[in-house]
């Protein structure tokens, strides 16, 4: 892959700096052993739901995350445990904004209390000593994809159970659509796999995409969930000057620019500013990133994130070219980090 900086700033002097960058990004796939004796215990235990969504228990275990049951607020999915249950998997069909798990005894005193994270779309809550009963509810409407309950502490690996996003990033790739960091963007995933760098994407197909998405990089040693954002998906061949009929310009730069200043990536990647295969939405990124990274820094610009994180000032831009003669890695040689492996050949495999 080869890149274009389209940004310069007094703290990034050259484009040649973001070579420093490549042995900060690596990160070896790490993958804790496997517990003793694994066992999935979720048939063992009772599910309780609303009358009203009790038919759709089986949506619970279908591996199919885009079906899902949705609970309205004030609504609750409660679950009797198998004796040696330790830890319980849920897959939210969206990152909760406002859902609780709550850790019950025999008697239905709350032994643990858990606010889940509004950043996570799968989590593994460990129960606590005791724990006979589960309860999951929520201030506001929330649905879940799927939930199984496991005799272990910690997530099976088989599950892809990732962390949040941290702020300050050494890196961020901004895509259009889920799909695109594998397909235009394959052979600098292996340098993403770190938790001081970031993925984020403007669209999701669905929610089976993005469990796609996350079970890829997952692959590839990534611990470090991507950013999902909520726009609508399209693909189109409408050029810059039309795209806007489809998308809210001002939703859209805004989410740009909230972006930034939540997460204050020091470098972003995105797409090339003549489009993928003419591509509308990967034009409309490239041109809001630009605007964003302005934007962030500017006081005066969208005051709620403003106020949320400050501004922020992002110290170069790089940008997809399907040529040219200034590439910043090597991505036919060997990666220590993954037994000798290439980028070009660990993307392929992930793809």
């Known amino acids: 892959m080869r890149q274009r900086s389209v940004l310069r700033s007094k703290f990034l002097l050259r484009a040649s700096a973001f070579l420093l960058l490549a042995p900060l990004l690596f990160s070896a796939p790490t993958s804790a052993l496997a517990e003793e004796n694994e066992t999935d215990l979720t048939s063992a235990c009772t599910l309780t739901l609303p009358e009203r969504s009790a038919s759709f228990a089986a949506r619970l275990s279908d591996l199919r995350y885009n079906s899902r049951i949705s609970f309205k607020a004030g609504e609750a999915l409660e679950l009797t ?16 904004e406002s859902a609780l798990v709550e850790a019950l005894d025999a008697s239905g005193n709350v032994l643990s209390s858990t606010e889940a994270s509004a950043d ?7 129960l606590p000593e005791g724990c006979a009963r589960l309860r999951i509810s929520g201030q506001k409407a929330f649905a879940i994809s799927e939930l199984s309950v496991y005799n272990t502490q910690s997530a099976p690996e088989q599950l892809h159970v990732m962390t949040a996003q941290q ?3 050494k ?16 052979s600098l ?24 998405t996350i079970e890829g990089l997952y692959s590839l ?3 470090t969930q991507p950013i999902f954002g909520n726009l609508p998906y399209y693909r189109t061949t409408l050029g810059i000057d039309r795209i806007y009929g489809l998308f809210d310009k001002v939703t859209v730069s805004d989410w740009f620019i909230r972006l930034i200043r939540r997460y204050q990536p020091e470098t972003i990647i995105t797409h090339s500013a003549e489009g993928e295969d003419g591509d509308g939405v990967h034009l409309m990124t490239a041109a809001q990133t630009l605007q964003a990274v302005t934007n962030a820094a500017d006081a005066r610009k969208e005051y709620v994130s403003e106020r949320a994180y400050g501004v922020w000032q992002v110290q170069a831009v790089y940008q997809h070219l399907s040529s040219g003669d200034a590439p910043l890695y090597d991505t036919a040689s060997p990666i220590s980090a993954f037994g000798g492996a290439s980028a070009v050949s660990l993307a392929q495999a992930c793809f």
Not at 120 to 126: A, E, G, I, K, V
């Open 120 to 126: 996570l779309l799968n989590d593994y809550y460990t």
């Open 189 to 212: 995933l292996p340098f993403l796999t770190g938790g001081d760098a970031a993925i984020a994407f403007l669209s999701s197909e669905s929610r089976q995409m993005q469990q796609q």
């Open 167 to 169: 702020s300050n990033p």
């Open 171 to 186: 890196v961020m790739l901004i895509a259009a659509h889920t799909g695109d960091e594998a397909y235009y963007f394959g």
């Open 221 to 223: 040693g990534c611990r």
């Open 81 to 96: 445990l198998a004796s040696g249950a330790k830890g319980v998997y849920v897959a939210w069909y969206t990152a909760p």
